[in-house]
């Protein structure tokens, strides 16, 4: 009954390498969104969907592609992965407006 | 950019006291809210207190907002070693619908028993 999915949970990869972290919500949220968590544990916004609408596009490298195939699901597709792309990544969802969000546990990606 | 700056960065008390952590923002905010993220998972929400809001309560934990002086403070009563994690304040901006939440650096706490 886990609320907001990711998958996998580590993902550990080649630099150059392209690679994707699913995301699936079933709370019926409309908005979605992708953090990236550093090592530092800051925590940024990188993208946000509306009803599958993208309405967030923070300055994040465009070897970073989001993909909402409905507004239950938000992917993360990273091309030409580099050293610097290793993080955890989160995906959050929320009722349109101004309500908490709802995290999954993370997608820990290791670039070596 | 970065909005919520909590203070301290670390924290260690022992189990049955209290436990404070601030939070300052910089813009016009909807509402602050807090979140405890435990090691190795995701963030889980705890608190939301709107902009028009002084005091909100939730069970152990208390939440203040001052918009005059942009900050916000989570107290914990009576902490126990469960509530070992990172919290972090996160804010809605007033003024750009459709944003989303900003977080600041959080705060460790670490309860010993």
């Known amino acids: 009954d886990t609320a907001v999915s990711q998958t996998p949970k580590y993902l550990v990869t080649q630099m150059g390498n392209d690679k994707s972290i699913k995301c699936e919500q079933n709370l019926g949220h409309d908005t979605m969104y992708w953090y990236k968590q550093d090592s530092k544990k800051f925590l940024k916004i990188m993208f946000s969907y509306n009803n599958k609408e993208l309405i967030i596009n923070e300055t994040v490298p465009n070897r970073f592609s989001p993909k909402s195939p409905d507004k239950a699901h938000l992917n993360l597709h990273i091309n030409s992965l580099e050293l610097g792309d290793s993080a955890v990544y989160f995906c959050a969802s929320s009722r349109k407006g101004y309500y908490g969000y709802t995290f999954g546990s993370g997608t820990r990606l290791t670039v070596v | 950019s970065q909005q919520g700056e909590e203070d301290p960065q670390a924290l260690s008390i022992q189990e049955g006291e209290n436990a404070t952590m601030n939070c300052s923002y910089k813009?016009?905010?909807?509402?602050l809210q807090w979140y405890r993220q435990n090691s190795g998972r995701g963030l889980v929400h705890l608190i939301l207190i709107r902009s028009n809001e002084r005091e909100k309560h939730s069970g152990r934990l208390r939440v203040t907002l001052d918009t005059s002086k942009k900050s916000s403070s989570l107290l914990i009563t009576a902490s126990r070693a469960a509530d070992t994690a990172s919290y972090f304040c996160a804010t809605a901006s007033a003024n750009q619908a459709g944003t989303a939440l900003i977080f600041g650096k959080g705060t460790t706490l670490s309860v010993s028993s």
């Open positions: 813009t016009s905010i909807n509402n």
